[in-house]
Nanobody
Framework: QVQVMESGGGLVNPGESLRLSCTISGLTFDDYSVGWFRQTPGNAREGLLCSAWSGATARYSSSGNGRFTISRDNTKNTLYLQMNDLNPGDTGTYFC????????????????????WGRGTQVTVSS
């Protein structure tokens, strides 16, 4: 039984920061590519950042222009998304997902190859 659980979302003022966490159980975390996606109002789901199982990192067009950073702690089966200098355009639902074990090309903007998805955590940036 694979469980994907995002946390850390909330309401923040413009210019503030958040760190989202994603804990995945039921699989060997080190063997999986894991990534962050989001869906903002009126738009389709878009990829942000992806950490491949091989150690590479993929950055996509909606990754926050350098304001966002992905990291993973394999000892805790946890993926992180550090988001700095947030603005109202960052408001949306943020999702964590994992691909298949040792899968080639699991990281993509669309996330179509991802097998396991969390329910998402809401981020609202407003004054």
């Amino acid at each position: 039984q694979v469980q994907v659980m995002e946390s850390g979302g909330g309401l923040v003022n413009p210019g503030e920061s958040l760190r989202l966490s994603c804990t995945i159980s039921g699989l060997t975390f080190d063997d999986y590519s894991v990534g962050w996606f989001r869906q903002t109002p009126g738009n389709a789901r878009e990829g942000l950042l992806c950490s491949a199982w091989s150690g590479a990192t993929a950055r996509y067009s909606s990754s926050g222009n350098g304001r966002f950073t992905i990291s993973r702690d394999n000892t805790k089966n946890t993926l992180y998304l550090q988001m700095n200098d947030l603005n109202p355009g960052d408001t949306g639902t943020y999702f964590c997902a994992a691909g298949g074990p040792h899968a080639s090309g699991a990281c993509s903007n669309s996330g179509h190859a991802m097998r396991y998805w969390g329910r998402g955590t809401q981020v609202t940036v407003s004054s």
